[in-house]
Each structure stands twice: as structure tokens, then as C-alpha cells.
């Protein structure tokens, strides 16, 4: 693989990631659609950048746990693209059979400013350290760690996954402010289901190609 070949891989990884962690409407998806909602696009958006930051420190620590043994990643890719496709379906199906609206109270009379929405979505996101299971499927399933990859690619990797993670809130709450006046509740457990689809259909892939590569080829 050429320099600028690692690079491309590099970033469309990191960024499909960032979306894919980001994407499911569990709780902080939630709530930064009802702050857009109620209280503004900004609101929503500092709601999104404070998980967006939980998120790539869980990356982190994934990635370090990870690199740590990444001669061994190389040498069994088939059976952990497997066992991280396995994971991936898992939390598909829950997603899609998951009601996010359900657990949710609204905040329709609370008023707080862009460092409140900020830090207790971080603090939020970084409560839930379950991320870390959705991180290491993905990471698995995309085989985001090379052998060949440097501190330069490691730290590329992780601006791509917070930059992938940036790019879906900016895009979710540009939408709903758009389309507040016809948005509601079932729309959020639509938007699991197709999240939820999306995730098992590729994860299924996965584990086909990982099965192929192990046992065929």
C-alpha cells in the first residue's frame, strides 16, 4: 500500500466510524435533537460536539488496548473481523428493536447555556462506557489498525473519527432545525430502524467475508 493509499484508508475509516458510533439514537441522540428542537440548532450542536469528544476518548483507549497487541490483529484478521462483525449484529438488533423516545424526559422549560449542553452531554456519553464494545466491532470489522501504520497515522485516524463524528451532528441538527415544525417522536425510532438495518446488513457482510477468508479461501 503507497503512502497516499494509507492515507485515503486512513481517513474514509476514521470518518465512517466517527459517523457510525455517532449515528445510533440512544439517549444523547435524543437530547440533541429535543435541545435543536426547543432550544435552537446551537444547543443541539454543543449537545453533539460534547459526545463527539466522549466518543474519541473511547477511541482512544480503544485503539491503545489495540495497537498494543496489533501483531496479533494481523495474524488473526479473519476470526476478528468475525467476532467484530458478531458484535456489530448484536447491536444492530437491539437498535432496531429499541424506542428511544421512551426513556427519555423532556426538557422543554430548562434553560442552560453552551457549556452546560456541552459538558453534560461529554459527561453523558462518557457514563456509557458499553461505546467501547461498538467501538472495538468497528474497529475490527474495518480493520482500522495496519501494522505499518505510524504515531502520524494513529493520530489521523483519531482527527478522521472525531471529524466523521462532527460531520453527522453538524448534518442532524441542521436537518431538524430545517424540518422542526413537521419532526416527532416516531421519526427517531424510524431513524433507529434504519441505523439498526444498516448496521446488521453490514456486519452480516463481515462475517461472510471474514468465514470466506478464514475457511475457503
Given amino acids: 500500500m503507497t503512502t497516499v493509499e494509507l492515507l485515503i484508508y486512513i481517513i474514509f475509516r476514521g470518518l465512517a466510524i466517527g459517523i ?85 424526559r423532556k426538557r422543554l422549560n430548562q434553560k442552560s447555556s453552551f457549556t452546560q449542553d456541552f459538558a453534560s452531554s461529554f459527561l453523558l456519553t462518557l457514563s456509557n462506557p458499553l461505546i467501547l464494545l461498538l467501538l472495538i466491532g468497528l474497529f475490527a470489522r474495518l480493520n482500522f489498525f495496519l501494522p505499518e501504520m505510524k504515531v502520524g497515522h494513529y493520530i489521523l485516524g483519531y482527527v478522521s473519527i472525531i471529524l466523521g463524528a462532527f460531520i453527522w451532528w453538524l448534518t442532524i441538527t441542521f436537518i431538524i432545525d430545517k424540518v422542526r415544525s413537521r419532526f416527532n417522536l416516531r421519526s427517531l425510532w424510524l431513524i433507529n430502524r434504519g441505523i439498526g438495518i444498516i448496521i446488521i446488513i453490514m456486519s452480516l457482510v463481515g462475517v461472510g467475508t471474514g468465514f470466506y477468508e478464514y475457511f475457503i479461501k
Avoid: H, W
Avoid at 82 to 95: H, K, M, N, P, Q
Fill in 20 to 104: 457510525l458510533v455517532s449515528a445510533p439514537m440512544g439517549p444523547i441522540g435524543v437530547l440533541c435533537i429535543q435541545r435543536t428542537l426547543n432550544k435552537g440548532r446551537r444547543s443541539g450542536l454543543a449537545t453533539g460536539i460534547g459526545a463527539s469528544l466522549s466518543d474519541l476518548f473511547y477511541a482512544m483507549l480503544t485503539g491503545f488496548g489495540l495497537s498494543i497487541v496489533v501483531d496479533f490483529i494481523e495474524n488473526n484478521q479473519a476470526p476478528l473481523q468475525i467476532a467484530g462483525s458478531l458484535v456489530l449484529t448484536c447491536f444492530g438488533i437491539y437498535l432496531y428493536r429499541q424506542n428511544p423516545a421512551r426513556n427519555i
